[in-house]
Nanobody, 126 residues
Framework: QVQLVESGGGLVQAGGSLRLSCVVS??????????VAWFRQPPGKEREFVAA????????SYADSVKGRFAVSRDNAKSAVYLQMNSLKPEDTAVYSC????WGDGSPLIRIYDYWGQGTQVTISS
């Protein structure tokens, strides 16, 4: 079984920054084998893809709405994946969740991912 725990959410003003963390754990897993993606669900809307990093770390992908503002990275030694969010806008307000797929290439498709965290709330005030 794989567990994912997000942290780092909060309330910030527009233009500010936040860094989200996703720690991946499990009895026999090695994070080096797992792609991790970030998704978000704004209030009253469907869940949407934000960013992802492949299992090897060689590739990253982003939704158009966050390109140039968000950056995803991984630290395998800490079993963690990060989402650095800069120049935040009120429309970035959502519950942000991380998800993992073994040997994945960082797909934006929700159905690809096997394991999910509980999510962390990000609220951007105008």
């Amino acid at each position: 079984q794989v567990q994912l725990v997000e942290s780092g959410g909060g309330l910030v003003q527009a233009g500010g920054s936040l860094r989200l963390s996703c720690v991946v754990s499990g009895e026999t897993i090695d994070i080096k084998d797992w792609a991790v993606a970030w998704f978000r669900q704004p209030p009253g809307k469907e869940r949407e893809f934000v960013a992802a990093v492949s299992w090897s770390g060689a590739s990253t992908s982003y939704a158009d709405s966050v390109k140039g503002r968000f950056a995803v990275s991984r630290d395998n030694a800490k079993s963690a994946v990060y989402l650095q969010m800069n120049s935040l806008k009120p429309e970035d307000t959502a519950v942000y969740s991380c998800a993992s797929e073994r040997w994945g290439d960082g797909s934006p498709l929700i159905r690809i991912y096997d394991y999910w965290g509980q999510g962390t709330q990000v609220t951007i005030s105008s």
